[in-house]
């Protein structure tokens, strides 16, 4: 009886096989991003945005603008009324949040429940920590800067 070459596939050559697949798994779950990461850092420079307009229009008016937790949402107090052909000021239509399981809380000024946005040119610095799930950002600025969205620091 002759000896033919062997059919199939060694265990190496299987294992090298596996070992393939598994990293190009491994690279595929590491690119897809967690939906509720996404969600939350759209909330976040949505709302880091929204500040920065309240604050710029506090400025410019010299009124005093206060940003204020709500049960589901928010609220900017003290913002000028938009004359016609304005535009829309953050007050109006934006009370809410993008999506309903977002939370907040003023982490600075310790024991604050809202934000004063000027009218002086230099406020103090404060922090609004944002969460969904289990992923939290917090919106900070100095006082001089703007709000900057950054991952929560333990």
């Given at each position: ?35 509720s ?7 976040a ?63 600075q ?46």
């Open positions: 009886m002759p000896h033919g070459r062997p059919r199939g596939f060694t265990l190496l050559e299987l294992m090298v096989v596996v070992a393939i697949i598994a990293m190009a798994t491994a690279a595929v779950s590491f690119a897809l991003r967690d939906d990461g996404t969600r939350l850092e759209r909330e420079l949505r709302l880091s945005a929204m500040l920065e307009s309240a604050r710029a229009q506090s400025l410019t008016s010299g009124l005093p603008v206060v940003w204020r937790l709500r049960p589901h949402g928010f609220e900017f107090i003290g913002l000028p009324r938009a004359r016609a052909g304005d535009g829309p000021t953050p007050s109006e239509g934006a009370h809410q949040w993008l999506n309903a399981d977002t939370g907040a809380q003023v982490l000024p310790p024991g604050a429940t809202a934000l004063v946005l000027g009218p002086e040119p230099l406020i103090p610095a404060q922090r609004i920590a944002l969460g969904l799930g289990e992923r939290r950002l917090v919106l900070a600025t100095d006082g001089l800067g703007p709000f900057r969205v950054t991952p929560d620091a333990p």
